[in-house]
């Protein structure tokens, strides 16, 4: 209590702008005295897009199946699907990827030297728990549609097959598939993209929704601490109303973010061996225990 007893109160007011690894964003400033300022405002992070990819295969097994004539499971179950449908689908779902990082902030900043520059940081960052999202592109319906198709047959295949207790009594949408037809769709196992391996081994095999659509989203804490440091000065040693702020420090987010799928599955830390693409991208946010914050604002002081 000491240290602010005798530090004269006048405080004034900036409007800020900046720049960094929050995005862009705006605020307002208030330093109380040549000890403590306040600051609050909100960022955001520009809309851009990542690929994803994902591969169609089919059965859960890993085995591309391939016949005598070099044709795999997917080749053969996508040729019988096309003559039934009329729909033909590609064995690759191309995603996109988004961040939906918005935050608003409440930091202060205390000023612990003589020369009223350098500060340490203390305060947090709020905003949605869900920092980005992906979804497949609008091309890729067809194939989607066709994948669900697929699978409510073998479904229906499946049952009439097994379930002794099947009300289908072996008609499926007024017709009796052919005893071949049923054991070739039975024998190649549902479709789906393969995107890991659960922790006892198997295979996550994720399917469209109900809605014909693949989607995921990552997802962090709400409330995010902040702790950090800075330095702030004149940006024209001439001009005493506009400065500049330099900081950096950690948002603690809640550890490593989780990314799910739209069925519920956790990729992050619920799968191992994650492919492609994707593989990649959790590779590389999985370090990421806190969030990296380096901005840089201008202020402009009203009063």
């Known amino acids: 209590m000491n240290y602010f007893s005798n530090i004269e109160i006048s405080p004034d007011l900036n409007i800020s702008v900046e720049t960094g690894s929050t995005g862009v964003g705006f605020g307002a400033e208030s330093r109380l005295n040549k000890k403590l300022r306040f600051r609050t ?3 955001w992070v520009p809309r851009f897009q990542l690929p994803l990819h994902f591969s169609i295969q089919v059965g859960e097994d890993g085995d591309q199946g391939y016949d005598a004539e070099g044709n795999s499971r997917f080749d053969r179950m996508a040729a019988y699907l096309e003559e039934m449908t009329g729909f033909k689908i590609d064995q690759n779902v191309d995603m996109i990827a988004e961040p939906s990082f918005h935050n608003f902030k409440m930091l202060v900043d205390v ?19 869900v920092i980005g999202k992906a979804y497949n592109r609008t091309e890729e319906m067809t194939t989607l549609i066709s994948v669900s198709i697929y699978n409510n047959i073998y479904e229906k295949v499946y049952d009439i097959e097994y379930n002794d207790e099947s009300e289908l009594n072996g008609v499926f949408m007024g017709l009796e598939l052919p005893p071949y037809v049923n ?3 039975l024998d190649s196992g549902r479709m789906g993209m393969h995107v890991g391996d659960y922790k006892d081994g198997t295979f996550y095999m994720m399917e469209p929704d ?3 659509m693949v989607k995921a989203r990552m997802k962090v804490n709400s409330f995010r601490p902040y702790l950090g440091a800075g330095y702030d000065g004149l940006l024209d040693p001439r001009n005493e109303r506009i400065h500049f702020n330099a900081y950096c420090g950690m948002m603690f987010w809640g550890g490593t973010p989780r990314v799910y799928t739209h069925d519920g599955t956790e990729i992050v830390k619920g799968l191992d061996n994650v492919i492609g693409q994707v593989g990649r991208y959790v590779d ?3 370090p990421f225990k806190v969030f990296p914050v380096v901005n840089f604002s201008i202020s402009y002081r009203l009063f």
């Open 210 to 212: 109900a809605n014909n």
């Open 284 to 286: 590389l946010v999985k």
């Open 41 to 43: 405002g909100f960022n």
């Open 111 to 129: 000023f612990p030297f003589q020369n009223d520059h350098w500060y340490f940081t203390t305060g947090f960052y709020a905003g949605k728990s």
């Open 183 to 185: 054991e070739k769709i």
